[in-house]
């Protein structure tokens, strides 16, 4: 079984920075042929996609978050990581992990908020 945790999470201010880590642990074949992307689901909205990077470090962005988002990978710690910059209020709401690769993995999300 592979386990997936996320950090990072917190309350900041609009146009302020978070990263976000994801680390997966457990049954790991080679973390190299892992899909990775990040979702958010914001109060009495449904979970929607915020970034993907796959094996070979492609990335995508939904399109509100281009040019503020970033996600990258290090493949020797086994974690995924999304910078944050220019945040919004509407980026507000918990952040979950996925891990794609014969199957599909889950963390149980860390929540940001972005409030004065």
């Known amino acids: 079984q592979v386990q997936i945790v996320e950090s990072g999470g917190g309350l900041v201010q609009p146009g302020g920075s978070l990263r976000l880590s994801c680390t997966a642990s457990?049954?790991?074949?080679?973390?190299?042929?892992?899909?990775m992307a990040w979702y958010r689901q914001s109060p009495g909205k449904q979970r929607e996609f915020v970034a993907h990077i796959t094996p070979t470090s492609d990335t995508t962005y939904e399109d509100s978050v281009k040019g503020r988002f970033t996600i990258s990978r290090d493949n020797a710690k086994n974690t995924v990581s999304l910078q944050m910059n220019s945040l919004r209020v509407e980026d507000t709401g918990v952040y979950y992990c996925c891990a794609r690769f014969g199957g599909e993995y889950w963390g149980q999300g860390t929540q940001v908020a972005v409030s004065t």
């Open positions: 457990g049954t790991i074949f080679s973390f190299d042929f892992y899909a």
